[in-house]
């Protein structure tokens, strides 16, 4: 039979300030890549579309 385990509890981690500085500089770092991201396929979406946006009917 396999055996089990002793300690099966989780241990919730300890947050030091640096884990926390780390932590707070990849979420900014994420914050901008994603803003990068969407201002990229907002400018591609205008110059795929480029003047036709202004002549359409409405």
């Given at each position: 039979?396999?055996?089990?385990?002793?300690?099966?509890?989780?241990?919730?981690?300890?947050?030091?300030?640096?884990?926390?500085?780390?932590?707070?500089?990849?979420a900014a770092i994420?914050?901008?890549?994603?803003?990068?991201?969407?201002?990229?396929?907002?400018?591609?979406?205008?110059?795929?579309?480029?003047?036709n946006v202004t002549?359409?009917p409405l």
């Open positions: 039979m396999s055996k089990e385990p002793e300690n099966t509890q989780i241990k919730t981690p300890v947050w030091t300030p640096e884990l926390l500085q780390q932590r707070r500089k990849r994420m914050a901008v890549a994603l803003l990068v991201f969407v201002g990229l396929f907002f400018w591609v979406t205008l110059v795929k579309l480029g003047v002549n359409r």
